[in-house]
């Protein structure tokens, strides 16, 4: 990915934390997600969904996508009963690699799961990257893809053009983009032009 947004470092911010969690409690509500814990996934899940199970007022837990190798080889760790229903949150999904291993763990810890709720996904528009929810036999819910972040950001200054380019490049064909040599180019022009690149985030 030519232009990595990371989004990790709203975690560390409260009042953006406090944004994020309030909003993603406000889906959930609005879709009328039924559950009876909320369970974070590690390790960008685990803010997120304590904040969101505390407005939400529900039990939380956090799930791993390995069992720990020692103490009590949990891979969901917090209390919780058999038969209850939990809603995953985490920052965003793409391929969907660790989220089907959450899931996965989630079940095998004898908990059900439906809904998997995320700030963002990355919408490669490729039928083998989504291909994750339907095999994992959950709903994604979500408050839109990194194409449409970028065009907001673009048309708000946040970011340049020349980002943006990048941007749409990547979501076009994301594996294989920097393949191409003129595109190729373009990205290390653009890295070594960034000291005069005009944006707000200066990107």
Known sequence: MPIYPDMRT???????????SSEMAKLINSKHLKCNLIIGGATAG?????????ILNKPFCYVRKDKKPGGMSKAVEGYFKKGQTAI???????????KS?????????G???????VMLTRN????DDQAWIKKSKVKLHDFGDLNELQTYAYKHGIISKEAKQLLYWY????????KDKTKWLYFLNYLKNRKNI????GV
């Open 10 to 20: 709203c975690f560390t911010d409260p009042k953006r934390l406090k944004k994020i």
């Open 88 to 98: 995953l949150i985490d920052d965003a999904a793409a391929h969907g690699a660790s």
């Open 124 to 127: 490669y528009n490729n039928k």
């Open 171 to 178: 979501f076009e064909n994301p594996h294989n983009w920097q």
């Open 101 to 109: 291993k959450f899931v996965k763990n989630i079940r095998e810890a």
């Open 46 to 54: 685990i803010p997120l969904g304590l904040k969101v199970a505390e």
């Open 198 to 201: 005009k944006s707000q985030s």
């Open 111 to 117: 908990l059900v799961i439906k809904d998997v709720v």
